[in-house]
């Protein structure tokens, strides 16, 4: 089955470091990607998505690009903010599948100033 | 506008009983899901309606577990005879058309089951 696998936290950087999270995935065809953010005390959000290969997703300085030769969409930020604190999960969803989304387990972000 | 709202926001209930956990999607969002989120786990996918219909319901663990979606707006996840191991937040999802556009999740209900 559909399965996303991304870096275990929590994952502890200093503020205006560059952020990296690694996520990879298995799934039948060309799913689409995602990563969802939950900032404490809040509901899921949606951070940015990719729907097909190559394609880069943006979103608040966080970029990951949809990379099929690697089955991975790694999350990316240049410079982190004590605000970017967070749990952050990468998911899945299978092309024009009446399917909801597959998720990793998340990683847990401490951004010290 | 207004959110996905869940409630109640906590449930804490013994072993064996019932709950009802409600979910109201945003307005004229036709698809809703249900997800599951254990400690320390990502959400896993329950159900998901499209409308009135569950299109996919392959996410239940077992028949202890229901939902419906009778007027094809709010919604009810439905727990018989709860175990402890049914102790997870339970979030609810919607989206505006079809199962790919971006969904939008609730502040979910956490079940405690003692």
């Known amino acids: 089955g559909d399965s996303v696998t991304q870096m275990e936290g929590p994952v502890t950087l200093s503020e205006e470091a560059f952020l990296t999270i690694n996520c990879t995935y298995t799934?039948?065809?060309?799913?689409?990607l995602f990563w969802y953010v939950q900032y404490p005390g809040e509901g899921l959000q949606l951070l940015l998505k990719?729907?097909?290969?190559?394609d880069k997703g943006s979103n608040k300085g966080f970029e990951a690009t949809y990379r099929k030769e690697t089955t991975s969409f790694h999350l990316e930020k240049g410079s982190v903010q004590v605000s970017d604190s967070a749990v952050y999960f990468c998911?899945?969803?299978?092309?024009?599948?009446?399917?909801?989304?597959?998720f990793g387990k998340g990683t847990h972000l401490i951004i010290q100033p | 506008g207004a959110g996905v709202s869940q409630t109640p926001s906590n449930k804490v209930t013994e072993k064996g009983k019932y709950v009802e956990l409600r979910c109201d999607p945003i307005?004229?969002?036709?698809?809703l899901y249900w997800y599951r989120q254990s400690l320390g786990q990502g959400p896993e996918f329950l159900i998901y309606?499209?409308?009135?219909?569950?299109?996919?319901d392959s996410g239940l663990p077992n028949d202890r577990f229901f939902a419906v979606r009778p007027e094809g707006s709010v919604s009810t996840l439905k727990i018989q005879r709860t175990e402890r191991g049914d102790s997870a937040v339970y979030l609810c999802?919607?989206?505006?058309?079809?199962?790919?556009?971006?969904?939008?999740f609730g502040p979910g209900t956490r079940l405690t089951v003692l």
């Open positions: 307005s004229g969002h036709t698809a």
């Open positions: 990719a729907t097909k290969a190559d």
């Open positions: 999802a919607s989206s505006l058309h079809a199962a790919t556009d971006t969904q939008y």
């Open positions: 998911a899945l969803q299978r092309r024009g599948g009446a399917d909801g989304l597959t």
């Open positions: 309606f499209q409308g009135t219909g569950a299109a996919d």
């Open positions: 799934a039948t065809g060309y799913p689409s």
